[in-house]
């Protein structure tokens, strides 16, 4: 069983990812600090797979622990980094913060690397480096834009840090994923999105605010250059992105790749409104979302989607969910949640 080692992995895309490395046959090593996540997931794991992965509280800046932990686990064939703090509102207050965990972090593991022989990486980026693109949908080859917050910087300089340590070690390989925006829940909803107090996302927001958490949404903006006025995303199901991650593993482990670091874009390709994707989502769970219309939030990206034909073409990896059942899983997970708390 070869072994993965996959850093955040007890947080969103995190755990669904380890469900699938678990069901398809792969050995799970989480690290993970907890410090946006909850030690119960791996719970939610053993539940969908039958078996709990290893897991090890620790924090991927402290390099003697990290150090210690891989050494424990002889092996590991690929490294998939999921961790990193992601408020681009905290970033923008508390830069420092984000800059030393999320970049000190990566060079950690990437120091790691040739010390215990793991050739490989899977790296968890973000539409976010493109910016507004001039062209839509953005492929991967547009120019990346000067970055809107530390948070979206972070993931600049970790793409820069990657290519450049892979250029200089043509032992290792990277794969970059760029996320455009994950959205749902495991459909046994087991696992899903556990937001840490008021939810920054379009999604949790929605769906605390039917559930009467929250009292209405507030949808930054209608004024926008876009059919209906609202922003426009490429909305992507968690459980979909989480299998592309098998298979970049599998590309690095067969050695399929054809340079030292490939770059995918991850999405569905269609774009979607933020007035769609709440009427979808009231339509599809039968229950009503308040919401009212206010100004645009700053640093709001006006339109984004993808254009996933090189994930589609190089990985065989195809968005497949549609985005009705995607939303009535982030709404049974919602509801799971309640019970949860009233229990
Ligand atoms: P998440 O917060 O749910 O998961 C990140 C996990 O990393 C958490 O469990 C957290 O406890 C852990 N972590 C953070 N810093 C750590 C450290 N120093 N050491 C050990 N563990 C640490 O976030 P997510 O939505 O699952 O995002 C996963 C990755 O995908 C992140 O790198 C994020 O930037 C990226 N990403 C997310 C989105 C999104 O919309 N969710 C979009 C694009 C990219
Ligand atoms: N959005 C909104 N109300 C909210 C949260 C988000 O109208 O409470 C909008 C936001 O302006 C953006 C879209 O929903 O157009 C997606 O926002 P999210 O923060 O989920 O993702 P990102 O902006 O990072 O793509």
Redesign the pocket.
């Known amino acids: 069983m070869d072994r993965i080692l996959v850093t955040g992995g007890t947080g969103y895309i995190g755990s669904h990812t380890v469900v699938e490395l678990q069901q398809s046959g792969f050995e799970v090593i989480i690290v993970d600090n907890l410090v946006n996540s909850n030690v119960d997931v791996l719970c939610g794991i053993e539940k969908i797979t039958g078996v709990r992965p290893i897991f090890e509280n620790v924090d991927c800046t402290e390099y003697v622990n990290l150090d210690r932990t891989i050494e424990k686990y002889p092996g590991i064939k690929a490294i998939i980094h999921f961790a990193a703090l992601k408020a681009?509102g905290e970033s923008v207050s508390h830069p420092l913060e984000y800059y030393r965990n999320n970049l000190v972090s990566l060079i950690n593991l990437l120091e790691l690397m040739p010390k215990h022989k793991i050739e490989n990486i899977v790296f968890s980026s973000s539409c976010?480096v493109y910016g507004q693109p001039d062209v839509l949908p953005v492929t991967e080859d547009a120019p990346i834009k000067k970055a809107l917050s530390p948070y979206g910087n972070t993931k600049k300089i970790a793409e820069d840090i990657i290519t450049d340590t892979i250029n200089a070690n043509h032992a290792l390989s990277a794969i970059l994923l760029r996320y455009f925006?994950p959205i749902g829940a495991h459909p046994s909803a087991e696992i899903g999105e556990l937001p840490n107090g008021v939810?920054?996302?379009?999604?949790p927001?929605i769906t605390q605010t039917a559930i009467g958490l929250r009292s209405e949404?507030?949808?930054?903006?209608n004024d926008y250059n876009t059919p209906d006025g609202?922003?426009i995303?490429d909305y992507i199901n968690v459980v979909d992105l989480a299998k592309a991650h098998v298979i970049a593993v599998q590309r690095m482990l067969q050695k399929k790749q054809k340079s030292d670091v490939e770059i995918f874009n991850l999405g569905t390709g269609r774009g979607l409104s933020?007035l769609e994707l709440l009427d979808i989502f009231q339509k599809v769970n039968k229950v009503k979302v308040p919401y009212k219309i206010v100004g645009r939030?700053e640093g709001?990206?006006e339109q984004?989607w993808a254009n996933p034909a090189r994930a589609n073409k190089e990985l065989g990896w195809k968005a497949q969910s549609s985005v009705e059942d995607t939303l009535k899983s982030a709404w049974k997970w919602e509801l799971k949640l309640k019970e949860r708390r009233e229990k």
């Open positions: 681009v976010t925006n939810p920054n996302n379009l999604l927001y949404l507030k949808v930054f903006g609202s922003c995303r933020v939030r709001d990206i984004v």
